[in-house]
């Protein structure tokens, strides 16, 4: 229990911390961004949305930095995160983000899950025959795949499967002439477009589930329960699976758990590259116009998800593990 | 030419700070120069026999001469619109030009400097850091700990892409150096725990024990019995800052919030990326500059493995293992396993 307590009150502690760098961060800044934007605005902007700038960047004079940190961390308490400022202007922030979420989720989080399997699996069989030729062409890839940029994998597959073979579209999620709706015509429209960013989303994280997979999977199979199951003459898929893999698995499971957290935020350029309208490419149309309420709610959005995962993951170890249980 | 030389204090740091002797022979004073050299031969040596420390060292090495005389590789001045718009590659332009008309192997030549100035200044900068907190916080123990601790931690759990888009887009432009200074102050965090936890299982040793009888003060022990024990760990939380700075800088260049007039290859691949490259016939925008940060990314990588092999015997590829025979009795394809464990 004192486990649990520790890891709620770090992760309470954290964003808090999120909280109030987003606060202070602009104040750091030399010059003040939000008077920027109020100046090139001017008169283009709500009074209710000028009021929620005032307290994130304190552009009004007559209150002190404390009353506006007070009356910041007030609007974030009750989701008001005011309204758009260029992407959509006056258009709700919350609103905005809602539209970009299920696109995230759906690309993201369904490549998440396939590179979690996927990966595990091909550990699994990696550390089984080891030395084979999975496990020795393993190594080198991994080397290469963590240091190609994530956007550039992405903009080459288009280039190939794009530009030069016309196979596959890599613009937006859906063609423009398209009405959104739920038929068959649609959704397969959606699902080619997601095809390309997936895939890039795929290779690019697949590389550690396999390795770490591996890894464990390679210490378990040297104890001696093991060698116990081989002893005995079962059969090779249940040594594999219910001996080796089921104890090396908690590293992979964890992180997958922590991995469901990088969904939302976690393939910023993937969707900067294809124009796929999710919570990143949202993201960086609000960088680029100087959105900064829509800039600044999203940074939340992603990182709280990312916290909430961590603690979510923590305390899945601690149920699965009972020796994090005794450490903590 | 002589306004295009670089200054030398500025690149001199970069290529002297990899390796570890250095660091290593620091603290025998006396006999330094002997322990020194022979610590910098079984480096040598090590650097041979290791195929992963060959290519990363033969990689590293062509990268900061390209860094540091581009002149005399490319003589166009690569912001110069000069040349037709668009050209294929030729004997002239042997990638051809931009859309700007600019030549584009001076870009990916002169583009090699920033790149690695940032690599070289946020794996030192951010190393430092590192070194400094987690061992101050394993040597001082009690509330310093969980201080430092506890900020080390925090910053390991907020996602630090958005975090550096977030402050990228409030500064308009990053420069060079404050590219540095931004992207280290935010990625110590995961080499400061590292660094902490070795400083902490070295804090009962005998030798520690005897400086503190001897009375030593303890910037000495930190720094004089401590830090050189540490030298591979440094080494290695060097290569991994180096290796983020370099995706984390070209990264947020390419989506334009680097100052889109220093040419660096993320620079390049932002203006490839506006000036749609690929729908233009200009792949060779996107292209080259892409493989050139997975090659200095690649030599940075390599090395990193390569150290870990050498100081963790237990990592080296396989040659013959018991498990693997041991599994190839219940496995079928055994013949062909063996042949290409020769290989390997």
């Given at each position: 229990m004192r486990f649990v307590f520790r890891r709620l009150g770090f992760f309470l502690l954290t964003l808090w911390v999120a909280l109030t760098l987003n606060f202070v961060l602009p104040r750091l800044m030399p010059g003040n961004p939000a008077l920027a934007i109020i100046g090139k605005f001017r008169g283009g902007i709500s009074p209710q949305a000028v009021k929620v700038l005032e307290a994130q960047f304190g552009v009004g004079t007559h209150q002190n930095v404390l009353a506006q940190y007070f009356s910041y961390l007030g609007n974030v308490a009750t989701l008001r995160f005011g309204v758009s400022l260029t992407t959509q202007p006056g258009a709700s922030v919350g609103r905005i983000i809602l539209d970009a979420i299920p696109w995230t989720l759906g690309l993201v989080g369904v490549t998440t899950v396939l590179a979690f399997i996927l990966g595990t699996g091909i550990g699994i069989l990696a550390a089984w025959r080891r030395g084979g030729y999975l496990d020795s062409l393993m190594p080198p890839v991994f080397v290469i795949m963590t240091v190609i940029p994530y956007f550039w994998i992405g903009l080459v597959l288009i280039l190939?499967?794009?530009?030069?073979?016309?196979?596959?579209?890599?613009?937006?999620?859906?063609?423009?002439?398209?009405?959104p709706g739920f038929n068959l015509a649609f959704i397969g429209n959606v699902a080619e477009h997601a095809i390309l960013p997936a895939f890039t989303l795929l290779i690019t994280t697949i590389g550690i589930w396999i390795l770490t997979m591996r890894n464990t999977m390679i210490t378990t199979l040297a104890e001696d329960y093991v060698r116990?199951?081989?002893?005995?003459?079962?059969?090779?898929?249940?040594?594999?699976l219910d001996y080796a893999a089921r104890n090396a698995i908690l590293p992979n499971l964890t992180g997958f758990a922590m991995s469901l957290g990088f969904v939302v935020g976690g393939a910023i350029l993937i969707e900067e590259v294809f124009n796929y309208q999710g919570v990143g490419y949202l993201l960086l149309q609000a960088v680029g116009n100087d959105d900064y309420p829509l800039m600044q709610a999203l940074f939340l959005l992603i990182t709280v998800a990312v916290l909430l995962a961590i603690l979510l993951s923590d305390l899945a170890t601690a149920i699965l593990d009972p020796r994090t249980r005794a450490a903590g | 030419m002589a306004t295009l030389r670089t200054p030398p204090g500025a690149s001199d740091t970069g290529p002297s700070q990899p390796p570890g002797p250095a660091a290593a022979g620091l603290p025998l004073a006396g006999g330094g120069g002997i322990a020194g050299a022979r610590s910098l031969r079984r480096m040598g040596r090590a650097i041979t026999a290791n195929r992963k420390a060959t290519v990363g060292v033969a990689l590293l090495v062509l990268f900061i001469f390209v860094g540091l005389f581009p002149g005399l590789i490319a003589h166009d001045n690569p912001q110069a619109e000069i040349y037709p718009r668009s050209l294929g590659p030729s004997a002239q332009h042997w990638l051809g030009t931009t859309?700007?008309?600019?030549?584009?192997f001076a870009q990916v030549i002169w583009g090699t400097r920033p790149v690695l100035l940032i690599a070289?200044?946020?794996?030192?900068?951010?190393?430092?850091?590192?070194m400094l907190i987690g061992v101050a916080a394993a040597y001082l123990g009690g509330a310093a700990d969980g201080t430092l601790n506890v900020i080390t931690d925090v910053l390991l759990v907020i996602p630090l892409f958005p975090l550096l888009i977030i402050i990228g887009s409030y500064l308009h432009g990053a420069g060079t150096a404050v590219m540095i200074a931004v992207i280290a102050a935010t990625s110590w965090s995961y080499t400061a725990r590292q660094l902490r936890s070795q400083a902490l299982s070295l804090r009962s040793r005998d030798f520690l024990n005897a400086a503190k009888v001897r009375g030593e003060r303890r910037l000495y022990v930190i720094c004089v019995e401590i830090i050189p024990t540490m030298t591979s760990l440094l080494v290695a939380a060097f290569l991994t800052n180096a290796l983020y700075a370099v995706l984390f800088s070209s990264s947020l260049q390419f989506i334009g919030l680097g100052d889109p007039?220093?040419?660096s290859w993320g620079t390049m691949l932002y203006w490839a990326e506006n000036n749609e490259a690929f729908q233009t016939g200009l792949p060779l925008w996107i292209i080259v500059p892409g493989l050139c940060i997975v090659a200095l990314g690649a030599a940075f990588a390599l090395l990193n493995y390569a150290f870990d092999e050498i100081g963790n015997p237990a990592l080296r590829p396989v040659k013959s293992m018991r498990v693997t025979k041991a599994g190839a009795v219940t496995t079928p394809d055994r013949h062909r396993r063996l042949r290409v464990k020769r290989t390997g």
């Open positions: 190939i499967f794009g530009v030069k073979l016309k196979l596959l579209p890599y613009f937006f999620s859906y063609t423009y002439t398209l009405t116990m199951a081989r002893a005995k003459g079962l059969p090779a898929h249940r040594i594999m | 859309s700007f008309g600019q030549d584009m070289f200044g946020v794996g030192i900068l951010a190393t430092v850091v590192a007039n220093v040419t």
